[in-house]
């Protein structure tokens, strides 16, 4: 609990300490960037630590952690200036409404993440020990780059930025870096949380900028952009509830089961017929959450299905894994704030450069310079999209101020460059250490997303914005630019195909490389990759479809009929209420660019697969579509006027009626209310059914009387709730799975490494001990298989030493291929099996080591041989199941 | 052109003030270098003096305690030569420096004021011993002393200097911001914000050039000294490496038992206390706006030690020189008090000086019976009627004569009194074989004269084939880590929990003296050092025992010294 509020107070002295910044550089945002003064602020810090630490002018302890704060602290006191308090407390009373808005959600986003992950705070499974192995390294390390904790002697090879971000915090606030792990998940949470409720309130503010005061319900509605970011999720949950009801079941004679239904969607974990009549969906011994990140799902010619991963924000902080996609959350929302500002005219100003004279603001663009840079240090994948988009707003604003040409596209052109110059030249040392992974482009012939497998996916995301694109074209009576945006997606889809099927057409004809694509997209024996590829596809054009339809309709809301045409430069005079639009359309269009790639070509890895570039692409899509949605879903709730008495009862109704489900569905473990969820037997024989059900016919009823009425957007509304509904079956009922229940107060810690002190209290001591040990090598067992995703390498991860060798496949991930690696997989074993002192003592000096681990690990692993260690090092930790022993390496 | 006081026709002693300072200063210089690498090293010094060795060889260290100090004594290290005395050195000279403060002052505190003032920053036992100690204690008082002056003679250059000196004397620099903030927020609490705004309007940041080069001198001195003049570059991180050591999360912090400022405060600060509280009493009764903001602010740094007794030494110079600043208001007044009758006031102030002796006699007695062969009770009686009879004298004088001789003659007797117990604890500072004063002002181990053993280290190489510079030192134990200050000068010093088993050190420094199997093969002498004084154990009786004898009963202990048995050829000297 203490540490829970010295972290809460170290982000509102970080919010509160980097306002002035934030409101000199978001001048054009209704809320003055408010909601990204934590983020802005926490990149600021970060980044001068980091820098000054890289460059060896700051330690990385403590001080140099505070130093680079003091420096923050200057330069805001230097912006606030003379009379700047008195300036600050005028706006503070102004906006007293949305600081208590944002303060609030902020809290409140905080306090219920940390709840959820002291109820399962283990860092145990999937890859938070790879993170937690990086958090202590950064501790331990004097100065930047930090040390590999799982390849000794080597700094560590990956986008880090996030995790020295958490160090940096945990230390601060003095924490345990296992209990700073799991808060660092919540803290992310309210961050993103508090920066998606100003984007939103900052677009629908914008469209009332000239009237003196803000509607009130733009404070509430702002609300929906963190839900639908962060809470409502895919619809795997509903079906999976629907599948394990036993719905779309018909029964044969001899009362076997059978469905077509569930055998067309192909989803991986509920297809088959294996309904338990029962509204609780249970798998893998209780692990019922994890389906809904393995919706997509790739074939290879052949019929082999590979898998592919599309977390989506709710699934990934579920999960807690501290990934960069989860880390650079609140920054990429920072970036797209910055669009915003951008486009809205924030950033105009005139900044001279050596000969050149720019129309920019110089704080705003070293602002994005540092924004995007810290973005490709926190998850490389995300910086092209948020640099395109920024590019993008300025380029609109050019647009605006001078007209249509094809300079515009050239300053697009300069501007992605230059930004991304500069801000790879600001993180350059991250640069200098870092070994991609990435190898290339690959033509994704036989990889495709099934339409059905995207609607599961995007679904409550693409009923509002389709429903919203499509009411912006028929309200707007001017002409739209149908046919060019018609012309324009065919091109795009053209081009895709024609880049993708050239170069396995040109790569065929390459004997390896040719070999590497069949081996990969898996044809038959005797088929064609080419032609069949293009016919698995026509067969399955769901995916292809809809995102024709959104890339076409948003093409068409952004051109006006000759505006493209027109290559003669003329300024636009354009009313705000547009310029928001366009930005909503912006963030659809990109979405769906980052959702179309994937279709035709993706990044070669070590897997070959689609896999991350799914995942990656995938999760930004649904952060900027969130924000679309949620827009679109707010100007339905604004433009259907004053709600009706009815039209407040019904999504009361169906409130209570969710919260009722969830209460009676998720008591299944309860004697009391067992007869309302097993062995319920056909759909209709017990209450709850009705219950459910019940829900989405309120809701489709509404919108149907809403139609029926003439109030459309109401209808629409109506539309995008029930989709929402649908949307928030799995965070409900699949965090009562991923928590086991309703957990016990007692039971309640932020540890994460509780259950490993639990289940191996003596190797935790050793790693206890080892943390009041100077900095130096260790051994490990390292697993035959690897170790990924095991309880290998577990005593570095806690203490924060580097270990020889850790997770082999992760290492091997980080670093693009295991040449780095050499032999010391086979050393170790050496060092631990070996009866000759002399052999065992080569190992020692050839990697430095200085603490040999022996515990049970390295019992069950090799044939061990301890007797060496005993009677030549001395013993420096000693309890029944685990040792550590001394060695001093010659320097 | 000092001025000239005349009273009643005849010139005062103290009239020409700047050369009375001048001596004090390098009388106060003098007895500072005096003797100053002799005295015994304390754990903290040399882990100081360690760092600074370590950045003056290009070695990387972590974020130093006071990084003015190891800024300025690496430097010296570089461009001389690490020495025991230049670890000092910086310290000492700062400390001195004190004593010329006064000058800037005495035109408004008047020269009788300024001459008390600055023979009390000369040698003062607290400033006097902080400033022999190898660490940045002294530099926060020096530096916002400074600082004041300049920002008083409107010297933008020297006030942005000051205060980087100060900022990065350590964490104190951050509790005075406290102090400070809750001793102004108790005065304008109190309604003075009338009298404060005289002050304000003539502030000097009110202009921008001023503000300005101060601010940019400001920020150049943190980075040179902080950086130790470039010889350190990721020193930077000591800007807030103060306020870093305020952190609860500091690994680092100790624990200091209350004991600790109770007893520095009771030995070292009690007869300045005294002093001080007559003018603090009349300061708030007379509503004397100067006086009553020092008592204020000299109240809060007591506690602040109190509070942040783990932070290092620092605050209690801060609380001297408030303290001095009252304290020398009364010395003023019974120096220029006249007494009615000057031969009886000059017989009772011989009978005072007597009764006084007595009562430290039997003070000693009192805290000390065994020695004196007395029980307490009979003591405790010698010392009361001791007592006693000196306020009995004070009243015949003032009956017999007026209370004017008594006090000029009784009073007189009482205070010097006073500040020769102060003085004595000055000069114990300059004994190098009395580790009293790195006692009292170490919270860790004092070791033996780094000196005694630099001499048998060197008897040792005149005798074998050791070469200081070419040879390998191990010690063994991290507790002992801080001997490395000892062996500067060969040539590889390492802390190690296991011997390196290819090369086995020269030297080799254990704890226990079986505590390596590979020190068989070596020849061993056993070392001991003060120690440290167990704080923690400390009852009340035996805080004013030991304070009134001056004599601490540490918890002395032992090392183990060993040289490697080829490079030895005789017995050990």
């Known amino acids: 609990m203490v540490d829970l509020l010295k972290w809460y107070a170290l982000a509102m002295i970080l919010g509160w300490l980097n306002l002035p910044l934030t409101r000199r550089l978001f001048k054009a945002l209704p809320s003055r960037g408010f909601a990204l003064s934590r983020p802005i602020g926490l990149l600021l810090w970060g980044y001068s630590f980091w820098l000054l630490t890289s460059l060896k002018l700051l330690n990385n302890d403590l001080a140099g952690q505070l130093t680079a704060l003091l420096l923050l602290a200057v330069l805001n006191l230097a912006l606030l200036g003379r009379g700047g308090i008195k300036e600050l407390a005028d706006w503070v009373r102004r906006n007293r409404k949305l600081i208590l808005c944002v303060e609030g959600l902020f809290l409140f986003a905080f306090a219920l993440w940390a709840f959820v992950r002291a109820a399962n705070p283990a860092i145990l499974g999937t890859e938070k020990p790879m993170e937690m192995a990086f958090i202590n390294a950064i501790l331990r390390s004097p100065s930047f780059p930090p040390n590999d904790p799982w390849l000794s002697g080597y700094a560590i090879s990956y986008y880090y930025f996030g995790y020295v971000l958490a160090a940096m915090l945990i230390r601060v606030t003095g924490s345990l870096s296992a209990v700073g792990y799991n808060l660092v998940a919540a803290l992310w949470f309210a961050l993103t949380a508090a920066a998606a409720y100003g984007l939103l309130f900052d677009l629908l503010a914008a469209r009332h900028k000239n009237s003196a005061k ?3 319900w733009i404070y509430t509605l702002s609300l929906l952009a963190p839900a639908l970011l962060l809470i409502v999720s895919n619809w795997h949950g509903i079906l999976d509830v ?10 044969a004679a001899d009362g076997a089961f059978s469905s077509t239904f569930w055998d067309w969607l192909k989803l991986k974990e509920i297809s088959g017929v294996n309904p338990d009549f029962s509204w609780f969906p249970l798998r893998w011994g209780g692990v019922q959450w994890w389906g ?3 919706v997509v799902q790739d074939f290879q010619l052949n019929g082999n299905a590979l898998e592919v991963i599309d977390e989506f924000p709710f699934f990934s902080y579920l999960l807690s894994d501290i990934h960069p996609h989860v880390l650079g959350m609140p920054f990429v929302l920072a970036a797209v704030g910055q669009a915003l500002n951008a486009i809205l005219g924030g950033w105009e100003g005139k900044t001279r450069i050596w000969r050149w004279a720019l129309p920019w603001s110089l704080p705003e663009m070293l602002l994005a310079v540092l924004s995007l840079g810290g973005i490709a240090f926190l998850n490389t994948w995300d910086f092209p999209f ?9 380029v609109y604003r050019r647009w605006l101020a001078y007209g249509w040409s094809g300079k515009r596209i050239i300053e697009f052109l300069l501007l992605c460059f230059g930004m991304a110059v500069l801000a790879i030249a600001a993180y350059l040392p991250f640069y200098l250490s870092f070994s991609s992974q990435a190898g290339g482009i690959l033509p994704s012939l036989a ?11 995007f679904g409550p995301l693409l009923v509002p914005i389709l429903l919203g694109l499509g009411w912006q074209l028929q309200r707007n009576k001017e002409k739209h630019g149908f046919l060019t945006a018609f012309w324009i997606t065919c091109a795009l889809f053209a081009a895709l195909f024609v880049f993708s099927w050239g170069i396995a057409f040109m790569s065929t004809r390459l004997p390896e490389l040719g070999q590497f694509i069949l081996s990969l997209q898996g044809p038959a024996v005797g088929q064609n990759l080419l032609s069949g590829a293009l016919i698995a596809r026509l067969k399955a054009p769901g995916t292809g479809i809809t995102l024709f339809l959104l890339l076409f309709l948003g093409l068409s809301a952004l051109i006006k009929p000759g505006s493209s045409s027109s290559m003669e430069e003329s300024p636009v005079r354009e009313l705000p209420e547009r310029t928001v639009d366009v930005f909503v359309i912006f963030l659809v269009l990109l979405g769906g660019l980052l959702t179309l790639a994937p279709e035709f070509v993706y990044l070669r890895d070590q897997f070959g697969t689609r896999m991350n570039t799914i995942f990656k692409f995938y999760f930004q899509a649904w952060i900027l579509w969130s924000a679309a ?8 709730f604004e433009a259907r006027g004053s709600a009706r008495a009815w039209e407040r009862l019904i999504p009361a109704l169906m409130l209570l009626l969710g919260t009722a489900a969830a209460f009676l569905g998720l008591y299944r473990a309860d004697d009391t209310f067992l007869r309302f969820n097993q062995n319920l037997g056909a759909f209709g024989s017990a209450p709850l059914d009705f219950i459910i059900a019940g829900i989405f016919v309120l809701g489709f009823l509404w919108a149907f009387v809403e139609l029926l009425t003439g109030r459309k957007t109401a209808a629409l509304a109506a539309l995008c709730v029930c989709a929402f509904a649908a949307g928030l079956v799995y965070p409900v009922v699949s965090t009562w799975n991923k928590l086991g229940g309703s957990p016990s107060l007692e039971q309640l810690t932020l540890d994460g490494s509780q259950f490993y002190r639990d289940t191996w209290p003596d190797q935790m001591q050793a790693v206890d001990w080892l943390q009041q040990q100077p900095l130096g090598v260790m051994v490990e067992a390292v697993a035959d298989t690897g170790g990924s995703y095991t309880t290998y390498a577990s005593v570095s991860t806690f203490s924060g030493m580097p270990t020889v060798l850790g997770w082999i496949g992760h290492v091997a991930q980080w670093r693009g291929g295991y040449e780095e690696m050499g032999t010391r997989q086979e050393d170790v074993r050496v060092l631990y099996s070996t009866h000759d002192w002399d052999e065992a003592r080569a190992v ?14 390295e019992a069950r692993t090799y044939a061990l041989d301890e007797t060496k260690f005993a009677e030549h090092l001395s013993l420096g930790y000693d309890s029944a199941n685990a040792r550590v022993y001394l060695y001093a390496p010659e320097k | 052109m000092p001025e000239e006081i005349f009273v009643g026709g005849s010139k005062r002693w103290y009239a020409d003030a700047r050369l009375i300072i001048l001596a004090i200063f390098f009388a106060g210089l003098c007895l500072r270098l005096n003797q100053l690498g002799s005295v015994p090293f304390s754990s903290e010094e040399a882990q100081n003096a360690c760092s600074a060795f370590s950045v003056a060889k290009g070695v990387p260290v972590g974020t130093a305690a006071s990084p003015a100090y190891e800024g300025l004594t690496s430097l010296t290290f570089f461009l001389l030569r690490a020495s025991s005395f230049f670890a000092r050195l910086w310290p000492a000279l700062a400390g001195s420096s004190l004593a010329l403060a006064p000058l800037f002052f005495r035109r408004r505190v008047g020269s009788l004021q300024a001459v008390l003032l600055a023979a009390a920053f000369a040698f003062d036992p607290v400033l006097f011993t902080l400033s022999r100690l190898a660490g940045g204690a002294i530099f926060l008082i020096v530096g916002l002393i400074w600082a004041l002056i300049f920002f008083v003679a409107r010297k933008p250059v020297g006030l942005g200097i000051a205060l980087a000196l100060a900022w990065l004397s350590g964490p104190w620099f951050w509790i005075i911001l406290l102090v400070s903030g809750v001793g102004f927020g108790l005065f304008l609490l109190a309604g003075k914000q009338a009298d404060l705004s005289g002050l304000t309007n003539a502030c000097p940041f009110r202009t921008k050039a001023f503000r300005e080069t101060a601010a940019v001198s400001f920020a150049v001195s943190l980075f040179l000294l902080a950086s130790a003049f470039l010889l350190n570059p990721a020193g930077l991180s000591g800007i807030a490496g103060g306020l870093a050591r305020l952190w609860p999360s500091s690994h680092e912090m100790t624990k200091t038992a209350l004991t600790l400022p109770i007893y520095r405060l009771i030995a070292y600060s009690l007869p300045v206390l005294i002093l001080a509280f007559p003018a603090s009493l009349s300061a708030w009764r007379e509503k004397e706006r100067w006086g009553q903001l020092v008592s204020l602010l000299a109240g809060i740094t007591l506690l602040a030690i109190l509070l942040f007794r783990n932070q290092g030494t620092a605050g209690y110079a801060l609380l001297q020189f408030l303290l001095w600043l009252q304290a020398v208001r009364t010395l003023e007044k019974q120096v220029q008090l006249e007494a009615g009758r000057r031969d009886i006031a000059l017989g009772a102030f011989l009978l005072g000086m007597a009764l006084c002796g007595y009562l430290a006699l039997s003070a000693k007695n009192l805290v000390n019976p065994t020695q004196a062969g007395l029980t307490f009770g009979p003591g405790a009686i010698a010392f009361v009627l001791g007592l006693l009879l000196l306020v009995f004298v004070f009243f015949l004088v003032m009956m017999g004569w007026s209370l004017q001789t008594a006090r000029k003659g009784i009073l007189s007797a009482v205070v010097l009194s006073l500040l020769a117990f102060s003085l004595s604890l000055t000069f114990l500072a300059l004994k190098p074989s009395d580790p009293y004063s790195a006692l009292v002002w170490s919270e860790s181990n004092v070791w033996v004269n780094a000196d005694a053993q630099s001499l048998l280290l060197r008897e040792i190489e005149k005798s074998g084939k050791l070469e200081a510079q070419v040879s390998r030192v191990v010690i063994t134990d991290p507790q002992l880590a801080d001997l490395r200050w000892d062996f500067r000068d060969y040539g590889r010093v390492e802390v190690l929990s296991v011997l390196p088993e290819n090369y086995p050190p020269e030297i080799l420094i254990t704890a226990a003296p079986d505590q390596q199997k590979a020190a068989d093969s070596y020849r061993g ?16 009786v035996e805080i004013l025992r030991a304070a009134v004898s001056k004599s601490l009963p540490a918890e002395s202990f032992s090392y183990y010294l060993w040289i490697r048995q080829d490079l030895m050829t005789g017995a050990l000297p």
């Not at chain 1, 629907?242 to 029964?251: E, I, P, S, V, W």
């Not at chain 1, 948020?386 to 300025?394: Q, T, V």
Request: proline share 5%; glycine share 6%; hydrophobic share 50%.
């Open chain 1, 844 to 857: 020692l000096d050839k990697y430095n080591i200085a603490y040999v681990y022996v515990g049970e690990l």
């Open chain 1, 447 to 457: 990889f495709f997303t099934l339409g059905r497998h995207f609607w599961i996916m």
């Open chain 1, 386 to 394: 948020y640099l395109a988009l920024i590019a993008a707003a300025l």
């Open chain 2, 525 to 540: 002498i056993q070392m001991f050092s003060p120690g440290r004084v167990p704080w923690e154990k400390f009852t009340p």
């Open chain 1, 214 to 216: 803000k509607p009130v």
């Open chain 1, 292 to 294: 809904a990140s393995r």
């Open chain 1, 242 to 251: 629907m599948h394990a009801r036993g719905l779309f079941y018909t029964t």
């Open chain 1, 629 to 636: 949605g949620a827009y679109f879903t707010a100007r339905f």
